[in-house]
């Protein structure tokens, strides 16, 4: 019949190949701007907005406490405080720091003994081991910053509440429920500072 269409089937037939390595990698490129930039933006927020923040985790008993990471924005101090009968007590502190951001700060809490006893009762055999915070405190006269034996204040949040974290020792083989101990107290803080230490 005049105008129809000629029979191609018996034609050898080829498959259509769409090239797309340009657009895949223009896109891994653009992903890894953008990682970038983004990254930089995070780093700068980090260095230079003036803040204060503090990451501590749970962690084996020893004679120190290790700081994850500390943000200051004013000189100040990170202290230790042991929970006790009466309240807290201060059980050491880090040396005076200028503004900026630190990670794996080591602060010396006292002697062995002392640390074998801050259990809940006293008592060395009880696996209830007494809570910690770290707190940053200012000191009330920065002229005297050199000397740490002088009066400090613990800074405040915008609720007015001292701004402390709290961590526990961890209890030998029983980590995950030191997790689940830590995610109770403050859920939303604990898994901040994972996603962002």
Same mark, same amino acid.
């Given at each position: 019949?005049?105008?129809?269409?000629?029979?191609?089937?018996?034609?050898?037939? =080829?498959?259509?190949?769409?090239?797309?390595?340009?657009?895949?990698?223009?896109?891994?490129?653009?992903?890894?701007?953008?990682?970038?930039?983004?990254?930089?933006?995070?780093?700068?927020?980090?260095?230079?907005? !003036?803040?204060?923040?503090?990451?501590?985790?749970?962690?084996?008993?020893?004679?120190?406490?290790?700081?994850?990471?500390?943000?200051?924005?004013?000189?100040?101090?990170?202290?230790?405080?042991?929970?006790?009968?009466?309240?807290?007590?201060?059980?050491?502190?880090?040396?005076?720091? =200028?503004?900026?951001?630190?990670?794996?700060?080591?602060?010396?809490?006292?002697?062995?003994?002392?640390?074998?006893?801050?259990?809940?009762?006293?008592?060395?055999?009880?696996?209830?081991?007494? /809570?910690?915070? /770290?707190?940053?405190?200012?000191?009330?006269? /920065?002229?005297?910053?050199?000397?740490?034996?002088?009066?400090?204040?613990?800074?405040?949040?915008?609720?007015?509440?001292?701004?402390? =974290?709290?961590?526990?020792?961890?209890?030998?083989?029983?980590?995950?429920?030191?997790?689940?101990?830590?995610?109770?107290?403050? !859920?939303?803080?604990?898994?901040?500072?994972?996603?962002?230490?």
């Amino acid at each position: 019949m005049e105008g129809a269409l000629p029979n191609t089937s018996a034609l050898p037939q =080829k498959t259509l190949k769409i090239f797309v390595n340009g657009e895949v990698y223009s896109t891994i490129i653009y992903t890894l701007l953008l990682g970038v930039l983004f990254g930089g933006v995070i780093a700068a927020a980090v260095y230079f907005l !003036p803040y204060n923040r503090l990451v501590v985790f749970n962690q084996p008993t020893a004679t120190t406490v290790k700081i994850t990471s500390v943000k200051l924005s004013e000189p100040a101090f990170v202290s230790i405080y042991m929970q006790k009968q009466g309240g807290w007590e201060e059980v050491g502190w880090a040396r005076f720091a =200028k503004p900026g951001y630190y990670r794996d700060v080591v602060i010396d809490i006292g002697q062995q003994q002392e640390i074998d006893s801050v259990h809940k009762d006293n008592t060395i055999g009880n696996i209830e081991h007494r /809570a910690f915070v /770290a707190r940053i405190e200012r000191p009330i006269n /920065a002229d005297t910053a050199i000397n740490e034996n002088f009066i400090r204040e613990p800074i405040r949040d915008r609720r007015g509440n001292i701004y402390q =974290k709290k961590f526990w020792w961890v209890i030998r083989g029983s980590n995950v429920k030191q997790f689940f101990r830590r995610l109770q107290d403050k !859920p939303l803080t604990f898994l901040w500072d994972i996603l962002w230490p």
